[in-house]
Structures are given as C-alpha cells and as structure tokens.
C-alpha cells in the first residue's frame, strides 16, 4: 500500500485542486463552498470530517434553528430556570439547595437499523449529557412510537428496542420510571426511540462544557475509540431511509454500560473533589463535537494531540477518529495541578483517562497527528456557526380536508350491548392495552427512591431522604392529534403531561421536548413543525413553564411518507413531601369517583375513531391551558391536604379507560352513573382535554366540593369505587377478571 | 453497641448504597467495602449487594469472584462469618462455591421486574430468623439470570437438609406476583449453607425496607432486623 502524504494544513494551502468527499460525507455544495470560505483554503481532510458531522442536522439544527428561537424569546418571567437552553440541558431550582437536571433525546435512526444497540446507545447518550452538566442521573423515561402492533416488523424492533433499553438502563442501576409506548402504523419504517433522563445536584455543583483557563489540561477518559458509529448524526440520522442505498448499520454505535457505569462513578467523584473546570460527553460527532464545543464556549483556543487517543484499531485514520461515536467517552478540563489526582479517581474505577491536549490563548483549535497540523480552525465556526436554513414551509394542501373529515359524524353504538363491546375492544387494543410486559423488563426499583413508577401518570422519584422533597416527570405526546393540527396538537402534549404531573400532586415546573418529524425539506413537514414549535412555546409561556432544552429528529420519513408530527413533551414537577404523593390505583371502596372538568362530543383523532373506526380526521381536542392550570392547581391541594386517595388523568381513551386502569392496579371495581346532561358514549369516550377523575374519602367530600366551588372547577359525582366489576349502570358491566384479561393479553401475545 | 454490617462495591454494583441505607433504617451501622480491599475492615456480617459486577460479562459474579475482597471473605464465610447475596450477590456466592448450585439465564429469556410473592422455607438461619416458616412475603425481583440450578442429588440434599430459605410462590399463577418467574428447579429463590450463616436469594429484602419506596412494604426488612439481633445478642 502506498503512503500517501497526511493532509495537513499546510498540505491542504499547497494542493487547492484535491477533490474531497464533501457529498458521501452529508455536506451540500453550498456548504463546502462556505467551509473553503470560512478557512481560506480547502479544508484538509480531518477538516472536513469535523465539519461535516457538526454541520449535520442532527449536530447543528440548521432547518430547526430559527424556529426554536422562541423558546428563548417566549420565556415565561420567573426564575427557576438556573441554566437554559444551549448547555448539554437545562437546570431547574426545585428548591431546599437543588437542582436538577433534565433532557429527552431521539435515538430514531440507529433504533430501527439496529434495534438493541441503538435503543442501548440512546440511554447512554442521554445520560452521559445529564453527568456532564454535574448531576447524579437518578432516573430514565422512554417514550417510543412503534408501527401497527401487528406487523411483522414490528416483532424485530419492538424486543429489541425494550432489551436494548433494559439491558443499558438497569446495568446502570437507572431507575426507568415512566414513558409511553404507541403504535401507529406511520411509525413502521421509523420507529421513535426517545430517552429521557433526570439527574440531581446542590446548586453549587453545577457544571458547564466550556474549557477555559490557558494551559488546563483536556482529558479524554472512558473507553477507547474505535471505527464504530463513525457519521451516525451525518449520514444515518441526517437522511431519509431509502432501500436504494447500502445498509447503515456500520453508522451504529455498540454500547458497553458497564463501562458507562463507571464513567458515572469515577466523574462524580472527580465532581466531589472539584477537579473539574469544564466538562463535555462525547455523543453524536464524538471527539469532532467534544473539542469545538469546548473550546468554542471557553475563553481561549485548544491544541489537541490526536496521537494520544487511545485507540481499539490502530488502523484509524485521523479523520476516523474524529468523527468516530464509540461510546462512554468523556472530555473534561482540569487545572494542571489537578491532573494527577483526577487520573488517580479514573484508575480507581479502572477507567482510561489521557490528557490529549490543553487550553491555549489564542482563539484557534489546533489538531496535531503525527507531528502535522491537520486542524486550524475558528472552533466556533465549527460548533456554534454553522449554517442556518429558512426552510420553505406551507400549510399542506390537504389539511383541509383532513379537518372537514369530522369525527363526530362517524356511527356511534347504538345498543348497550354495542357500546359495552367497543369499551372491551378499545382497552384490549395494542395503545390502550396494559404495556406490562415491556415495562417489567425495566428495572424500576433501584436506588430505592422510586414513589411512583409506571402506569401511573407521572414517574416520581425522592431526592431528599430527610425532607421528602421529590420530583415527578411525565412525557406526552400525540402524533394523532398533531397531524389533525399541529400547533393544537403541541399544546395537547404540554397540557397532558402537564396535567399527569399535577394529577401524582406535584407542581409542574419546566418542559424538555423531543421533536419528532419528517424531512424538513418538504414544505409540508416544515409547516407541521414551525406550528408545533410555536403552539409549544406559546403554550409554555402561558403555563408558566419554560423550556430549558430539547432535542429535535427531523427525516423520520421513509420515501415520501413522514411520520404524524410527533412532539413529545416532558414535564418535570416537585413536590415538597412525596408522602403525600396521589396514586392511581383505586384504594378502598366506598369512595367517591368525581370527574373533574368539562365533558365535550370531542372524538377527533381519538382511540376510539381509531380502533372502532381506523379513522382519523376532524380536529383535535380543545385547549384550555387557563383551565389545565386550575385543574392542577386543585389536584396539588387536594394531595397536600389529603382530600383524594387517588387521580387519574383523562386522555387516549376517555374516561373508561381512565376507570379501569384505576380500577385493575387497585383491584377495586367501580359503579359510575351517566351524569344528566351526557349520553353514555360521550361519557365514556370523549377525549375532551382538562379533566381527570379523583376518588374521594366520605369524610372529604364537603371539603373537596367546597374547594371545587371556590375556584369555579366544575366537578360531577359520577360514581363510588365498589366491587369486583366496572359497571355503567343502566349500560353495562364488566368483571375485573374479563377486563384484565383483555387489557393484559394483547401485547404478549403479540410480542412476546 | 451495634452491628457494623460490610457492603461490598463492585465494579458495577448497583444496589450497594439501597443495601447500606436498608442496614441503616434496621438500626445497623453499614460499612463501605472496596472490592480491592483485601480485609474485611472488622466486620460483624457482609452483605453482597445486586448489580451486574463487571457487567456480568463472561458469567454473571465470575468475575467478582476473584476480586481481592473475596479471598477473605470466602476464608470467614467458612469459619462462620453471616454473609448474605442478593441476586448478583447471590450468583457471585454460588460462583465463590459458598452455596451449591448456579444461575443460568431466564427461562423467558427476558429481563424481569416485579413484586414477587415469596414463601419463607427457613427461618432459622444468621438473615431469617425474623420471620416465621410458611409465612408468605412480597419482595421486588429484577434481574436477567435468576434461574437457580444444581443437580438432582444436590436439589435433594438441600430439601432434605432445610437449605432451601425461600421459594417463589406458585399457587395463585394467574395474579399479580405469583408464579415462578425464571425457571429456577423447585421454585428456589434462596438458599442457605449448611451452617446458615451464608444465605443467598434472587429477590431484593433492600427494596422492601420502607412503606413508602417501590412497592410500599417492608417484607424485606426482617433480614437486616435478623441479623442484627443475632449479633448484639451474640
């Protein structure tokens, strides 16, 4: 084999007329042309490597940018945010002295060309960004969106996108305490794996990625790298599926959470001993994206030794290494005199740590390979000014129609008989169906401070063991809805995690989303996602709840069909005493079943169209963001005051859903009575939003009324918690016994 | 005077700070131990928490087997020292030969988390003597390779000898809870030595210890209140 020479700088200034691989690497021409601006000359290969992972539109939101602006723009005016939008995630005052720390990420892409890795890679990445800011991760979430339950497919990712997330999450003593699992058949080809993950620290303990301070030491620590994910977020999460082109399945990461676990361990001893200035994970664009972020949020420059990395492959190229994505890697600054002790903490826990380079003062970063310089760049350029897209949007032309296509005018049941069979058939259907069996592959124990875990409403976990403080997180999201409108549709999300959050008693504080689309080069998706945003900002700002960062995956489309616009939405509360925290399981009978809220005829895009109809059209649900916030601020006094044994929030479903799920995790039936005024269908099926049913101890009901009637909360008895069956009287009744088992047969039955 | 109960930390251990603060709320004094320690630093008892030590590559606890704290404790364990293994503690245990038998993967092959009902078989061991036999008790269960394994002359011998501590409750299958849920031969979730003073068990007793935590009982918490009454008594 022949040498050729290494691409350095100086190469690179000498030979203007080498052609390199722009296109296979993800860039557009455009973009090349602007790199050879920005630098003068052609880039040299390492150049281009780091530039065209970071200009990809996973690394740099080029389409998504301008829209996201107004979750900064549309900060509601309070303070518990203590680090916004921009840092690896936000952080949030819950008060007593801590904070935590919060973020969902996609790993969509890589989960459906190789289910268990990607799904695997997607926990550790997610957790890796909650470490870096200086927090102990103390819980998961993982919102997924499958195709239709029943195809084939559906069979290979499902499993293994589940054992993916168990087999990292529970080998990282993770608590995985809440998330969703749907199924839609516009999922098919694109799979959403979302992770969520929450960490806590002291105020102090705060941590930011910026490497500042000249001749600090740069540590690369963690596993060695090697030739595996190498252009995951250019060309794997970038792109559109299509059948045409070689498989991707090389761009996937394989995960070791063994080894990440003692990255945890060994980082927040290092944090403990404040060894640390600055600190950033390697994640997508590895060592490419850790360099310039660090060196473009610092003060000075950075020289980097790449020689240095420790390697898997000897064989790697310099530009490999760069943008290779293997995992558990970590990238801290540590003053000089420091060094020692931080190697000291990584040989503890057995984990590899090399100082690769250090701050300079000047504003370059300086990539070194054997004894070449083969980067010289403005860091910012590559990190933070990348290009930015004011992609074409337009209303799709068939929105109208999709609309018109009214929900309400679809035949309804016209016998008891009729209605009682749709209820069974709608909480045996795969999205309404108990996810039992995927959630029992979770650990959700460990820790030991796990209050509430799923199914019910929102996950909470104690991070006080002498005041009982505690956090609640819920994530929500409706493709359905969003489709039907999606500005109405991002509101939906917000407002039912919002509500899940109230309904477990704790105070919703701020919002994380993962947003879900298609190809942002299609006019029509981009409208979909530029009403999301604003219908999420807009939402948040009047809720009071800001958005301390997200993520967003765009190309979840295969061919020319995208997936519904899916914005998932994270709500994380506190609440000063988990003991006081509101379950959903039914507890003693004899208590009063209250709905609260307004029951409207609102069937579109509901599970009832769905699986009754496998339609969807009209419009969604209405909004009233006033009304969620009085609803929640009555859930919260009712569980600080202890009027309620137990709530249960309304959604997908409707209210008989609500009921059996309440009424199976208690083992408690319930007898509801048709309030005046509602036809028992509507009653049981309507998805209005803003509304959840409570069971009142007797000796509450004044007071819980009196309060209800206070704030101008409607409130209706619509029944008692009694039995072993689900009655509707003058309707239906269903014994527990029939109902668990249609609720708890379908996914195994399908999946396992 | 109190007990002071060891804790070991792996490589990989998870359930190592549940385990201390479960010794804590039983009254005990828990003792941080490094797997690199090669001393017991005193110790009244050792508790081998979960996790997946080295990842449980190779074979769950095969490695951690041979970490430096375990020559010392295999040498007390022998000479009577209470131990107790909770699931990887309890594999690493059979992989140290201080209980007969092995764990082999689930028979579902899945990963498994829930509330398991158990029946306690012995309580006369160092960590049981706080329950009564045949009471039936509720302990969170999670982990991949539960499935407990010996060979027929083994499996007998334990019966005949009251080795078995614990067997997952199977009557009631269809309800929540019940049912052996791995494969494990006879429905052993935990066994004890000869002696009783190593017991092991696939369940968790740590996450069983507060009325509010995980599934709100504290059916595991007489295995911290057992041992520490044998030890100030003793």
Known sequence: MSRTPLDTVEHAAATPDVELPWAELGLTKDEYERIVEILGRRPTGAELAMYSVMWSEHCSYKSSKVHLRQFGEKTPENDVLLVGIGENAGVVDVGQGYAVTFKVESHNHPSYVEPYQGAATGVGGIVRDIIAMGARPVAVVDPLRFGAADHPDTKRVLPGVVAGIGGYGNCLGLPNIGGEVVFDACYQGNPLVNAGCIGVMRHEDIHLAKASGTGNKVILYGARTGGDGIGGASILASETFDDAKPSKRPAVQVGDPFQEKLLIECTLEAFAEKLVVGIQDLGAAGLSCATSELASNGSGGMRVTLDDVPLRDSTLSPEEILMSESQERMCAVVEPEKVDRFLEICEKWDVIATVIGEVTDGDRLEIYWHGGKIVDVDPRTVAHEGPVYERPYARPEWQDALQADDAGKLPRPQTSEELKDQVLKLVASPNQASKKWITQQYDHFVQGNTVLAMPEDSGMIRIDEETGLGVAIATDGNGRYAKLDPYTGAQLALAEAYRNVATTGAKPLAVSDCLNFGSPEDPAVMWQFAEAVRGLADGCLQLGTPVTGGNVSLYNQTGETAIHPTPVVAVLGVIDDVSRRTPMAFQEEGQLLYLLGDTREEFGGSAWSQVVHDHLGGLPPKVDLERERLLAEILIAASRDGMIDSAHDLSDGGLIQAVVESALLGGKGARLVVPDGLDAFTFLLSESAGRAIVAVPRSEEVRFNDMCGARGLPVTRIGVVDGDTVEVQGAFELTLTELREAHEATIPALLA | ?234
């Open chain 2, 1 to 234: 005077m109190t007990a002071r109960i060891g804790v070991v930390t792996f490589p990989g251990s998870l359930d190592d700070r549940d385990t201390q603060r479960a010794i804590r709320l039983a009254g005990a004094e828990p003792v941080v131990l490094w797997h690199k320690d090669k001393d017991l630093k005193q110790v009244d008892a050792v508790v081998l928490p979960g996790g997946f030590s080295y990842g449980d590559y190779l074979r769950a606890g095969a490695i951690a087997r041979f970490s430096p704290v375990m020559g010392a404790l295999i040498e007390q364990a022998k000479a009577g020292l209470p131990v107790l293994g909770i699931c990887n503690g309890f594999q690493l245990l059979t992989e140290a030969h201080l209980l007969p038998g092995a764990m082999l993967g689930n028979d579902h092959l899945h990963f498994i988390c829930r509330d398991q009902k158990l029946r306690v078989e012995n309580a006369e061991t160092a960590w049981t003597s706080d329950y009564t036999v045949g009471q039936e008790i509720s302990i969170p269960l999670k982990n991949m390779d539960g499935r407990y394994v010996a060979d027929e002359y083994t499996l007998d011998k334990l019966e005949a000898e009251g080795q078995v501590a614990f067997r997952y409750l199977v009557r009631g299958e269809a309800a929540e809870g019940y049912g052996n849920p791995n494969g494990s031969l006879r429905d052993i979730a935990g066994i004890t030595n000869e002696a009783g003073n190593v017991v092991g068990l696939m369940p968790h007793p740590e996450h069983a210890t507060e009325s509010l935590i995980g599934t709100g009982r504290t059916d595991g918490l007489p295995f911290f209140t057992s041992i520490l009454k044998k030890l100030v008594t003793a």
